[in-house]
């Protein structure tokens, strides 16, 4: 079945007025940061309509037309504003290349059906756009932290230098001193000693309740499971303050009768309490995956002659891993960036990389955790990703999508 082609929209009533109204809007910042708003805007403007006439009536090729246009704004930026300049008006220049055939093209409507009416395509692409407005907001943080972590200077703005793109306002500074104080050290060992462990613990609770949970004729299951994911519901200074006095009080006990040196009950206060802590993502996670799980072949493999526990390492196990292991990569995560809790359960002894960071904005004003929080979000975005390719693989191995 052949799809019928989209047409062009009129190009001088539609593709040009877009254009220059978003070649209005990148033109009011760019003129509001040199300090004339309103001819950025002029500017803006007639720029984004003669770029869309052009582009649309004398350049037929998409690819090229949007090099051209990088280049041109590049070339215009670097003239009028060093290396910044470039990097800012090569941007609006791939936007702006971009919008051109978007619109000009009938892009914009290829995933509507043909018979969605003015109204439903406005939508469909605001309902887009807002989307992305909202994954900017919530990464544009993430993103001025990363270039800030190599400030040459013990400041948390960028410094003219760095706005000029001058490679003397950029240096590794920070993350030397990371890797070479003693004190970041001791936070990032403790860390790395009490996430996996909190972590092996989380996965082993999580995993026994979510498979008990799973079975129809456990009674109370609903009860039962808001019990075990309230951590994730209640306010975490409020469970902070619960597990300090429970944990004091275990760890005075496992001192007085068990001599065990105050360091090491420290450990497992912390320990204990950041598993708890992962229990619900596991929980959430392996149960998600025990939704499409078979049970004729926990039946099956009974009686083949398996036990329990053979039955669960070769036939379930398998099958929910993915689950499994997203949920402990969420409790590790969890425990890794907890700071509340071990400010209340913990010693200086056990200060872990998060407290070491709230000390260095509370006390040192370091700006080594700009180079920290950079490790970090590196991190967690692998872990995320991980995180998302054994979803995808659970998904396949389940068959609710094609491999």
């Not at 033109?27 to 984004?48: Q, T």
């Amino acid at each position: 079945m052949q799809t019928m082609p989209i047409p062009r929209p009129p190009l001088v009533s539609f593709t040009v007025p877009m254009v220059a109204a978003l070649g209005a809007f990148f033109g009011l910042f760019v003129g509001i940061a040199n300090g004339s708003g309103i001819l950025g805007l002029a500017i803006g403007a007639v720029a984004g309509a003669a770029l869309a006439y052009g582009l649309a009536s004398y350049v037929e090729d998409k690819r090229t037309g949007r090099l051209v246009t990088i280049a041109v704004f590049a070339i215009v930026g670097l003239i009028l504003g060093g290396v910044a300049g470039l990097v800012v008006l090569a941007v609006i220049g791939f936007v702006l290349g971009w919008a051109v055939y978007w619109l000009d093209r009938g892009t914009y409507r290829s995933t509507i059906p043909p018979y969605a009416k003015s109204g439903e395509v406005l939508w469909h692409n605001t309902y887009k756009f807002i989307c992305g407005l909202i994954f900017f907001f919530l990464i544009a943080p993430i993103l001025t932290i990363i270039p800030l972590s190599f400030n040459a200077e013990n400041f948390f703005t960028f410094t003219p230098e760095m706005l000029s793109f001058d490679p003397d306002g950029y240096s590794l500074k920070h993350y030397r001193d990371f890797f070479g104080t003693s004190d970041w050290q001791l936070a990032l060992r403790n860390s790395l000693i009490i996430a996996p462990f909190a972590t092996l613990i989380s996965v082993s609770l999580g995993t026994l309740a979510a498979i008990g949970l799973s079975q129809t004729h456990v009674p109370f299951r609903r009860p039962i499971m808001a019990i075990l994911i309230s951590p994730m519901i209640v306010p975490l200074i409020i469970s902070a303050t619960g597990m300090f006095f429970f944990y004091s009080t275990l760890g005075n006990w496992l001192e007085a009768n068990l001599g065990f040196s105050q360091s090491f009950v420290g450990y497992v206060k912390i320990i204990l309490a950041h598993g708890v802590l992962g229990v619900p993502f596991v929980i959430i996670t392996v149960t998600a995956t025990l939704v499409g799980f078979d049970d004729s072949l926990t039946r099956a493999s009974a009686n083949m002659g398996a036990g329990p526990v053979r039955t669960f390492f070769k036939v379930q196990m398998p099958l929910i891993l993915p689950g499994v292991i997203s949920g402990g990569l969420f409790a590790f995560i969890t425990s890794f960036d907890e700071v509340v809790v071990v400010l209340f359960v913990g010693a200086a002894a056990q200060k872990t990389l998060p407290w070491q960071m709230f000390i260095g904005l509370r006390e040192q004003i370091s700006p080594t955790i700009l180079a920290v929080a950079t490790i970090l979000v590196v991190i967690s975005i692998l872990l995320l990703t991980t995180v998302e390719l054994l979803r995808r693989r659970s998904e396949r191995i389940r068959g609710m999508s094609p491999g």
